[in-house]
């Protein structure tokens, strides 16, 4: 700081002008008693997104401070509504003692809280994973790596191509993600992430493999498999560097790293997700999605866990087929409800070590995780002795742990107070120190009453009292009317209106004893759990993959209950292509529509490559499109599927083009959102591909559009021959099935009853004999004029084309 500065601020605002200028991209706690202060900018952005009052302290440099603040027992409900603003806060403590310091307390930045780095229970959304990314760019090569702090999960992958980063970016939704300062990376990614530039040297190889090394112990990454991602290397490096910094303490709990390839996974984009509505619903909610309808987990790491599941379905079939097993016996050995009995008590195991990790961990997390592990042994022996090599393994990952369940049961007390700061942490037995501290402290209720006993009958003053307050410790009280008569060895402590306070020797020896003991025992106590979270430390990597254990055991038992509840089928996975379903169902449909669903059938394979789908608007189309991706999406998760039967061969990826809005921030119509989509997957799709396409063309005019619906899936049918499913309005399109060998054409039928349009929602072989789009607009409530005119100018238009087209008669 410069001496004009020095000269211009008091001392305590140089001492945070220092601290600020560390921390210039965050808000700034300043620790100063009872409150948590702000000041200058950070107090004017605080106050406008907190709600606070905007004041000021004083002047500094001959001008008004802005100030606001909020009260320390609060912080933490304030700093939930900053993050999820996408705001970091640097918080300030401080560390020095009043009494001594000359000058200014010594305060510390001991805490910073960011939106990818948070860890505290609530701060933390219970079923979604809070993840940080980084990101790093070498021409059209990006490396990506991402770390869930409060999990202790850590990957890295690379991938070409900014529509591939985009859809890694859109699977795992960051909460924050770390650049290099120096590239323009930011308009890569949505407004709603925070984007935090880091120096370039971060991002060095030779330094990121360092501090990995270091991190992990060993003297290099190819045990990781990292050897062959050095783009992903460096990003993994530069974000264990910025975690380093904010946390401010060691991190045992990232103890290694995984690689994630592409190739091992259904991949699928940004809009595939999105209009599959696999976690949020085009609306909005989360409950009508397939996540939603699926998650049946008891614990919040087995909900996580199923929807890591769900945005990257695997493609290994051993794996696979091990999920089917272990789901098959589940059901069969009748183990669902004990399972889900023991593990709805097991709560987030997987957020409290890491908690414990990090030393940030507090008495009820401590309390939480010994009731999970006296569900251990139920959860363990409902497994034992049963024919699923899955299973086997699991109950093996699962330790009992009982070493860990007797100390944590001998020292916490049944209910702990919030903080361990409270004292009351400890049970009584646990420590004999303790014990007698708490003894003498918890005797001078007692020993009090006894003296103001004795003062009365000593000094004849029956008004007498004894009391306490935190600013003047012990005291004895007598009325002004009375003072006179108060002993030679009374000391006058404290005038007050209507009375006198006194310290008496006595007095004063047991309050020097009192306090001490109560702050001896609470400094023991503190000494004792920091001991208790050293001993979990210990068997941390155990306790790590038993909880990696009960996530998994979750997410089965889910499948297996879903499976009874839902009547689900187990697929048949092959190597031939082919893709076919009997009977197959909208899980999340069916969950909302009051009348039974009607299952329909779909057979691809290598002579049917491209249904040519039509029917009336309403009728079901895209129903019947969606709940094919999301049956193959569940197969390869592991899941059973909504249908009679499901035999399916490899995919590499799905696509959707279904549904489109306005880009209006990006500045693209719908028209060229639509467009956008289908050239990726022209450009994009492969033989083992399962594409959906709905309506394509239907954003311009008649004629472009049909000659762009045409050729696009021409090229489909002809050249990519992915499984493809073609929806349209255009009736010309089923013409295609007389140029294509693997095109045929199908449509969802419906009928006219009595005048009125009746959707049957059933899949039938060839094309529709009509689109009934007038009678649908009629059920939309379409005036019945303007549906008449339109009845008579559909009548002239049909006359027109078959004067124009004699063979259409």
């Given at each position: 700081?410069?001496?004009?500065?020095?000269?211009?601020?008091?001392?305590?605002?140089?001492?945070?002008?220092?601290?600020?200028?560390?921390?210039?991209?965050?808000?700034?706690?300043?620790?100063?008693?009872?409150?948590?202060?702000?000041f200058?900018?950070?107090?004017?952005?605080?106050?406008?997104?907190?709600?606070?009052?905007?004041?000021?302290?004083?002047?500094?440099?001959?001008?008004?401070?802005?100030?606001?603040?909020?009260?320390?027992?609060?912080i933490e409900g304030?700093?939930?509504?900053?993050?999820?603003?996408?705001?970091?806060?640097?918080?300030?403590?401080?560390?020095?003692?009043p009494?001594?310091?000359?000058?200014p307390?010594?305060?510390?930045?001991?805490?910073?809280?960011?939106?990818?780095?948070?860890t505290?229970?609530?701060?933390?959304?219970?079923?979604?994973?809070?993840?940080?990314?980084?990101?790093?760019?070498?021409?059209?090569?990006?490396?990506?790596?991402?770390?869930?702090?409060?999990?202790?999960?850590?990957?890295l992958?690379?991938?070409?191509g900014?529509?591939?980063?985009?859809?890694?970016i859109?699977?795992?939704r960051?909460?924050?993600?770390?650049?290099?300062?120096?590239?323009?990376?930011?308009q890569?990614?949505?407004?709603?992430?925070?984007?935090?530039?880091?120096?370039?040297?971060?991002?060095?190889?030779?330094?990121?493999?360092?501090?990995?090394?270091?991190?992990?112990?060993?003297?290099?990454?190819s045990g990781?498999?990292?050897?062959?991602?050095p783009?992903?290397?460096?990003?993994?490096?530069?974000?264990?560097?910025?975690?380093?910094?904010?946390?401010?303490?060691?991190?045992?709990?990232?103890?290694?790293?995984?690689?994630?390839?592409?190739?091992?996974a259904l991949?699928?984009?940004?809009?595939?997700?999105?209009?599959?509505?696999?976690?949020?619903?085009?609306?909005?909610?989360?409950?009508?999605?397939?996540?939603?309808?699926?998650?049946?987990?008891?614990?919040?790491?087995?909900?996580?866990?199923?929807?890591?599941?769900?945005?990257r379905?695997?493609?290994?079939?051993?794996?696979l087929?091990?999920?089917?097993?272990?789901?098959?016996?589940?059901?069969?050995?009748?183990?669902?409800?004990?399972?889900?009995?023991?593990?709805?008590?097991?709560?987030?195991?997987?957020?409290?070590?890491?908690?414990?990790?990090?030393?940030?961990?507090r008495?009820?997390?401590?309390?939480?995780?010994?009731?999970?592990?006296?569900?251990?042994?139920?959860?363990?022996g409902?497994?034992?002795?049963?024919?699923?090599?899955?299973?086997?393994?699991l109950?093996?990952?699962i330790?009992?742990?009982?070493?860990?369940?007797?100390?944590?049961?001998?020292?916490l007390?049944?209910?702990?107070?919030?903080?361990?700061?409270?004292?009351?942490?400890?049970?009584?037995?646990?420590d004999?120190e303790?014990?007698?501290?708490?003894s003498?402290?918890?005797?001078a209720?007692?020993?009090?009453?006894?003296?103001?006993?004795?003062?009365k009958?000593?000094?004849?003053?029956?008004?007498?009292?004894?009391?306490?307050?935190?600013?003047?410790?012990?005291?004895?009280e007598?009325?002004?009317?009375?003072?006179?008569?108060?002993?030679?060895?009374?000391?006058?402590?404290?005038?007050?209106?209507?009375?006198?306070r006194?310290?008496?020797?006595?007095?004063?020896?047991?309050?020097?004893?009192?306090?001490?003991?109560?702050?001896?025992?609470?400094?023991?106590?503190?000494?004792?759990y920091?001991?208790?979270?050293?001993?979990?430390?210990?068997?941390l990597p155990?306790?790590?993959?038993t909880?990696?254990g009960?996530?998994?055991l979750?997410?089965l038992?889910?499948?297996?209950?879903?499976?009874?509840?839902?009547?689900?089928?187990?697929?048949?996975?092959?190597?031939?292509?082919?893709?076919e379903?009997?009977?197959g169902?909208?899980l999340?449909?069916?969950?909302?529509?009051?009348?039974?669903?009607?299952?329909?059938?779909?057979d691809?394979?290598?002579?049917?490559?491209?249904?040519?789908?039509?029917?009336?608007?309403?009728?079901?189309?895209s129903?019947?499109?969606?709940?094919?991706?999301?049956?193959?999406?569940?197969?390869?998760?592991?899941?059973?599927?909504?249908?009679?039967?499901?035999?399916?061969?490899?995919?590499?990826?799905?696509f959707?083009?279904?549904?489109?809005?306005?880009?209006?921030?990006?500045?693209?119509?719908?028209?060229?959102?639509?467009?956008?989509?289908?050239?990726?997957?022209?450009?994009?799709a492969?033989?083992?591909s399962?594409?959906?396409?709905?309506?394509?063309?239907?954003?311009?005019?008649t004629?472009?559009g049909?000659?762009?619906?045409?050729?696009?899936?021409?090229?489909?049918?002809?050249?990519?021959?992915?499984?493809?499913?073609?929806?349209?309005?255009?009736?010309?399109?089923?013409?295609?099935?007389?140029?294509?060998?693997d095109c045929?054409?199908?449509?969802?039928?419906a009928?006219?009853?009595?005048?009125?349009?009746?959707?049957?929602?059933?899949?039938?072989?060839?094309?529709?004999?009509?689109?009934?789009?007038?009678?649908?607009?009629?059920?939309?409530?379409?005036?019945?004029?303007?549906?008449?005119?339109?009845?008579?100018?559909?009548?002239?238009l049909?006359?027109?084309?078959?004067?124009?087209?004699?063979q259409?008669?």
């Amino acid at each position: 700081m410069s001496s004009k500065v020095s000269q211009i601020h008091t001392p305590m605002m140089q001492q945070y002008l220092r601290i600020k200028g560390d921390y210039p991209d965050m808000l700034v706690f300043y620790r100063m008693g009872d409150f948590y202060e702000l000041f200058f900018d950070d107090a004017r952005r605080a106050a406008k997104l907190l709600d606070i009052t905007l004041t000021a302290r004083g002047k500094s440099g001959g001008n008004a401070i802005p100030m606001a603040g909020v009260p320390y027992h609060a912080i933490e409900g304030y700093l939930a509504k900053l993050v999820r603003k996408g705001e970091s806060v640097a918080i300030c403590e401080q560390v020095g003692d009043p009494a001594t310091s000359k000058g200014p307390v010594e305060r510390k930045v001991m805490r910073v809280v960011t939106p990818g780095t948070l860890t505290d229970e609530a701060l933390l959304a219970e079923s979604r994973d809070n993840l940080v990314a980084a990101v790093i760019q070498e021409q059209d090569r990006f490396g990506l790596a991402w770390l869930d702090l409060a999990g202790g999960r850590f990957r890295l992958t690379e991938v070409t191509g900014s529509d591939a980063l985009a859809g890694e970016i859109e699977r795992l939704r960051p909460a924050e993600i770390i650049v290099d300062e120096e590239q323009d990376a930011r308009q890569e990614f949505r407004d709603s992430i925070r984007v935090t530039g880091r120096p370039p040297w971060h991002f060095d190889l030779d330094s990121a493999t360092r501090l990995l090394c270091s991190q992990f112990q060993t003297r290099d990454l190819s045990g990781f498999g990292c050897e062959d991602f050095p783009l992903g290397s460096a990003a993994a490096g530069a974000l264990l560097q910025y975690v380093n910094d904010t946390q401010k303490t060691a991190l045992p709990h990232l103890t290694s790293i995984t690689v994630e390839q592409l190739a091992d996974a259904l991949v699928m984009d940004g809009p595939t997700r999105r209009n599959l509505e696999l976690e949020e619903s085009l609306t909005g909610h989360h409950e009508l999605t397939l996540a939603g309808v699926m998650d049946h987990c008891q614990s919040p790491m087995g909900s996580r866990l199923l929807k890591r599941w769900i945005q990257r379905p695997l493609r290994d079939v051993t794996t696979l087929r091990g999920r089917y097993q272990a789901v098959q016996t589940l059901t069969l050995e009748r183990l669902v409800e004990p399972l889900q009995t023991a593990l709805h008590g097991v709560g987030d195991v997987e957020r409290i070590l890491s908690r414990i990790a990090l030393r940030s961990a507090r008495p009820r997390d401590l309390r939480q995780l010994l009731q999970a592990i006296s569900r251990l042994p139920e959860a363990r022996g409902a497994i034992a002795d049963i024919d699923s090599p899955l299973l086997i393994s699991l109950r093996a990952q699962i330790q009992g742990h009982p070493r860990q369940k007797e100390l944590l049961q001998k020292a916490l007390v049944d209910n702990p107070p919030m903080l361990i700061r409270d004292g009351g942490v400890i049970a009584e037995g646990f420590d004999d120190e303790l014990d007698e501290l708490r003894s003498i402290a918890s005797n001078a209720d007692q020993y009090l009453l006894d003296l103001e006993k004795r003062e009365k009958e000593r000094t004849g003053i029956a008004t007498l009292k004894l009391g306490y307050n935190r600013v003047h410790g012990y005291f004895i009280e007598i009325s002004k009317g009375q003072a006179d008569k108060a002993p030679a060895d009374y000391v006058r402590r404290q005038t007050l209106k209507g009375a006198e306070r006194y310290i008496t020797p006595e007095l004063k020896e047991f309050e020097d004893k009192v306090l001490s003991a109560r702050e001896r025992a609470l400094s023991r106590e503190k000494y004792l759990y920091e001991q208790l979270i050293e001993s979990l430390l210990e068997v941390l990597p155990e306790m790590q993959a038993t909880a990696a254990g009960l996530a998994e055991l979750d997410v089965l038992v889910c499948f297996a209950e879903r499976a009874e509840t839902l009547n689900l089928c187990q697929p048949e996975i092959v190597n031939q292509p082919c893709f076919e379903i009997r009977g197959g169902r909208h899980l999340v449909v069916e969950q909302v529509i009051e009348t039974p669903f009607v299952a329909n059938d779909l057979d691809l394979n290598e002579q049917r490559k491209l249904l040519v789908i039509t029917g009336p608007n309403m009728g079901g189309k895209s129903t019947y499109m969606r709940q094919a991706a999301l049956i193959a999406i569940l197969a390869h998760i592991g899941s059973f599927v909504p249908a009679e039967h499901l035999r399916i061969g490899p995919i590499d990826r799905i696509f959707t083009r279904i549904g489109a809005s306005d880009d209006l921030a990006g500045g693209r119509s719908t028209f060229m959102v639509e467009m956008t989509e289908t050239a990726t997957i022209l450009n994009n799709a492969t033989e083992h591909s399962l594409v959906l396409m709905d309506e394509i063309g239907r954003g311009t005019s008649t004629y472009d559009g049909l000659s762009l619906a045409w050729a696009a899936a021409h090229h489909m049918g002809e050249n990519v021959r992915a499984f493809t499913l073609f929806a349209t309005h255009y009736f010309e399109l089923t013409a295609l099935a007389g140029e294509l060998p693997d095109c045929e054409n199908v449509h969802l039928d419906a009928t006219e009853h009595k005048g009125q349009l009746v959707f049957l929602h059933a899949v039938k072989a060839g094309p529709a004999n009509q689109s009934y789009g007038l009678q649908v607009a009629a059920l939309a409530g379409v005036p019945g004029t303007v549906i008449r005119r339109a009845k008579s100018y559909l009548t002239l238009l049909e006359t027109h084309q078959h004067e124009d087209n004699p063979q259409a008669q």
